[in-house]
């Protein structure tokens, strides 16, 4: 995605691809898939092979209970989630979550885990709901897993380059410097670039790549990608409505500006979407910060 790039940008590039334990699409999400595309498949074998992680299996329930998920009754068992969601929305689930959390939580200043698996999840969330309202119910499952893994270039910052994320954030404190542009400084590209090539090297499609690579300003991209506009319409809001505390994101310019990054809604529209939404999020966040 990156047309120019510097000396110390195409060094950080070059030990990207060096890395020997990068994370690889997780086993589930290869098994899901092909049971998805085996209509031999059924609701008790799917269960058996996700319920084999707890992990996953209680973060499942957290977005299928979450109030931005919508659905009309509490669901306590991972097969009754898949009853009521279906097997296609379950993959989505599922590689959004294995995904999220491949990478390995790190212990480390200036990133909390936490909240960052709290912001993702709002993100996703919102994406699928903001996606069905505007009227793309066949981008919802996209949405969802674009918004889940929007910010994974982060987190993969601060796992395999720990010394160069402390940098960066301090120069955000002693500087006061944009995060964005101290990754810049230290790293020569940024969590964008770097999000979009761990994707691409899961061989996932460019359209997911494209929302990793331009969630921060969709106009970039030169072109329009619907998705990639719902994604940074929801990361605006939990700007907009002060849910998180993300160092990351406390820089980037929202409010009327979204309007000028992305081609999708008008000023009323938006302003009725920060009106009805704002509870919303909130109540969201409250429940999933619970977990």
């Known amino acids: 995605m990156i047309n120019e790039i510097s000396e110390i940008g195409k060094k950080t590039i070059e030990e990207l691809k060096n890395i020997k334990n990068l994370p690889t699409i997780p086993k589930v999400v290869l098994e899901v898939n092909e049971m998805l595309r085996n209509h031999n498949s059924n609701i008790a074998r799917l269960t058996e092979v996700i319920g084999r992680d707890q992990g996953l299996t209680t973060k499942i329930l957290a977005v299928a209970n979450s109030p931005m ?16 969601l279906g097997m296609k929305e379950i993959s989505n689930i599922v590689t959004a979550l294995s995904l999220a959390q491949v990478i390995k939580t790190v212990d480390i200043e200036g990133f909390n885990y936490q909240e960052f698996w709290l912001h993702s999840m709002i993100v996703g969330t919102a994406s699928k709901d903001i996606a069905k309202r505007l009227g793309y119910p066949e981008l919802a499952g996209d949405a969802f897993v674009a918004g889940m893994l929007h910010d994974i270039g982060i987190q993969l910052i601060a796992s395999f380059f720990p010394n160069q994320f402390q940098k960066i954030i301090m120069l955000t404190k002693d500087k006061n410097k944009r995060f964005y542009d101290a990754e810049i400084e230290i790293l020569g590209v940024t969590h964008e670039d770097i999000g979009h090539f761990l994707v691409s090297k899961w061989n996932l499609p460019s359209n997911l790549a494209e929302v990793l690579g331009y969630h921060h300003n969709p106009k970039k991209l030169g072109k329009k990608n619907v998705t990639l506009n719902i994604v940074y319409l929801a990361d605006s809001m939990t700007r907009i409505f002060d849910i998180g505390n993300f160092i990351w994101d406390a820089s980037v310019e929202y409010g009327e500006n979204i309007l000028d990054c992305i081609d999708l809604i008008d000023q009323a529209q938006l302003e009725k979407f920060i009106e009805e939404y704002y509870e919303v999020f909130k109540d969201t966040a409250e ?3 619970a977990l």
């Open 69 to 84: 998920y919508g659905l009309p009754r509490n669901v306590a068992s991972l097969e009754f989630a898949i009853m009521l």
């Open 287 to 289: 429940e999933m910060g």
